[in-house]
């Protein structure tokens, strides 16, 4: 029995190793059976609510996995005996929430209360210190030595194996701060960027990856997490969506401005030389643009704008005008994409996400770019464009599924404002700026971003002869709610594909009926369904011996436990997780909504 005073040690001897969750109900009931430590169901509830140990709501319960119980038995086990202790003159607990935590007789570290704010990587970090305090010995420091750790908090210890690890901690979560190469690269905002819990992620996942590890990053997305594992790990980018993949690619090393700036010598004149060409049939429509830029706004300007949307034909249903022909254009490249001059964008989007002038230009940088014999230097131009795409769209909620203005009616002095300073941007300039700035900060990573083509079954595939034996997480970023991502930005795809699709709606969004884009199984209204998507990914993942870093949110439609306990009925493994409260900003503008990110980590029974 744990008494005061003593040094913990983590109990083995009486788990039931077949034993994955526990209620937070029968929480200190089971650790009294089986390690024999008496734990106060008040103090479960304590690191509960100061984020350090995940909980998770299923079946009208609280669940939480025994190994995170485990993992912070030495700090349970001494908060009884803190309640009326002072340290360096302020009282341990404050309204029964503790302002300090105890994991070993030598260390204490300082909690989050109230309306404080810290960096996510304090609560992976909290939890890893925790979990390994005990273990260092108490020596070459004096007596509750303050150590900086998180703003705003401190570790008090008189162990220097513990300062040792802090500054470890600390390291790393700088190294993933110190890039902003993601705010050039993030995709929209709507798909979730992971580029505010790089920190987080990463500190959890080390706890279980040697420096010799390997990351894929199975579902990358905007690749932010991508950046921030190859600051520490070989890294593999996949996604089921290739634009996904480029923005992967430029947020890791193995390029230069030296680089950058050879491509840009290529790329710039055989675009310019194709934008003039372009330019040659839509000179009326563009001294027409030109003008309106370039005039005040007001209602003249408003007026004439909308005017000029009005006439400018787009395909699939404009009225051919001064010798413009949008759906002629396109049937012509459909029997062959690749007739010159490209014009994709010209006929599908002008006065929808972007300016008419900003069209040529996109157009004519894709000609350029698909010019580039050598295939990496093409994926680096590739993510340079679809970073500025992004950037540049004037899009509703930050994605493509809908443009802002529909038509001349949607205008009015407000969003002209906007829409003309965003459109009124040259599309070669951020271009070439982005992917200087791009390159300038590969040259600080230490290891290129590798991609494997998805969707997700045939990157596991290929990644089978692609990895040996060295230790892997496969870090599963699944969307959290049932939505149709390839809708959201169908024109960050089309600019890669470069294919003339179909095009629906006021989005003019390809037809997934006729495979113009890709069709997640995560996107269904049916519970066991999402489940089954969940399951059948994490567990092709584990069969294969590698670690599932898994993340998720309390505001998912799917069910954490669910899909755990399924997983465990097909095969065993251990598990722990992590969490960190977050300001997640949802599509249409609306208010942050305060929500827990979650990091569960499945590892195989062997691992």
């Known amino acids: 029995m744990a008494r005061k005073g003593m040094v913990f040690m983590l109990p083995i001897a009486r788990r039931d190793e077949n034993i994955l969750f526990i209620t937070v109900e029968h929480c200190a009931e089971y650790c ?55 340290f360096l003159g302020r009282n341990l607990f404050r309204n029964d929430i503790p302002t300090s935590i105890k994991p070993s007789p030598h260390t204490r570290i300082d909690l989050v209360i109230g309306d404080k704010v810290v960096h996510p990587a304090f609560y992976a970090a909290a939890r890893n210190l925790i979990s390994i305090a005990h273990s260092f010995e108490s020596e070459n420091l004096e007596e509750n030595t303050s150590i900086p750790y998180f703003t705003p908090t401190r570790v ?171 759906i002629r254009e396109v049937e012509k490249r459909r029997q062959n994409p690749i007739l010159h001059p490209y014009c994709l964008f010209t006929a599908y989007f002008a006065n929808i996400y972007f300016g008419l002038r900003q069209c040529v230009e996109i157009d004519s940088l894709r000609f350029a770019i698909e010019q580039i014999e050598d295939k990496y230097e093409r994926q680096w131009a590739l993510g340079a464009l679809v970073a500025t795409l992004s950037a540049l769209g004037t899009s509703y909620a930050g994605h493509f599924a809908q443009p802002l203005i ?64 060295e230790p892997v997480v496969v870090y599963l970023d699944a969307p959290y709610k049932r939505e149709e991502y390839s809708r959201y930005y169908h024109v960050l795809e089309t600019v890669i594909s470069y294919l003339y699709p179909a095009c629906i709606g006021s989005g003019k969004i390809p037809d997934k009926h006729k495979g113009e884009r890709f069709q997640s199984e995560f996107f269904t209204k049916n519970e066991l369904l999402l489940t089954r998507a969940f399951v059948n990914v994490i567990t092709e993942i584990l069969k294969r011996g590698w670690i599932c870093a898994w993340s998720y949110s309390d505001s998912g439609d799917a069910s954490i436990v669910a899909v755990v306990k399924e997983v465990r009925e097909i095969m065993r493994f251990n598990a722990k997780s992590y969490v960190t409260p977050f300001e997640h900003k949802s599509q249409g503008g609306k208010r942050p909504k305060k929500i827990k990110e979650y990091l569960i980590l499945l590892m195989p029974r062997d691992f």
């Open 32 to 86: 009294k059976d089986a390690f024999d430590i008496d734990v106060d169901l008040k103090d479960i509830r304590t690191l509960i609510a100061v984020s350090l140990l995940p909980v998770f709501e299923f079946d009208s319960n609280e669940w939480l996995f025994i190994d995170d119980v485990i993992s912070l038995l030495p700090a349970l086990s001494t908060m009884a005996d803190l309640k009326d202790v002072e």
């Open 156 to 326: 008090y210890t008189s162990s220097s194996g513990v300062g040792k690890y802090i500054d470890e901690q600390r390291a790393r979560a700088k190294c993933v701060e110190s890039t902003n190469a993601s705010q050039f690269a993030n995709s929209a905002y709507y798909m979730g960027s992971k580029r505010v819990l790089g920190g987080f992620l990463v500190e959890a996942i080390s706890s279980v990856l040697p420096k010799d590890g390997v990351v894929v990053d199975l579902m990358c997305g905007s690749g932010a997490g991508s950046g921030a594992f190859s600051k520490f790990w070989k890294t593999l980018a996949s996604d089921a969506q290739e634009f996904c993949r480029f923005l992967a690619v430029v947020q890791g090393g193995g390029f230069s401005t030296k680089k950058a700036e050879s491509l840009l010598r290529r790329i710039l004149p055989v675009g310019r030389d194709h934008a003039s060409e372009l330019r040659s049939q839509l000179s009326t429509f563009l001294d027409w643009e030109d003008k309106i830029f370039h005039s005040d706004v007001g209602t003249n300007s408003l007026e004439d704008y909308s005017s000029f949307i009005d006439t400018f034909p787009t395909y699939p249903d404009g009225i051919p005008y001064a010798g413009w022909n949008p």
């Open 406 to 469: 529909k038509n001349s009616k949607d205008l009015n002095l407000k969003n002209l404002t906007e829409i003309i300073e965003k459109r009124a941007y040259s599309i070669m300039h951020e271009f070439s700026v982005r992917l200087l700035n791009l390159a300038e900060e590969s040259e600080k990573s230490p290891r290129p971003i590798e991609v494997v083509p998805g969707p997700w079954p045939e990157a596991l595939l290929a990644l089978d002869s692609l990895l040996d034996d």
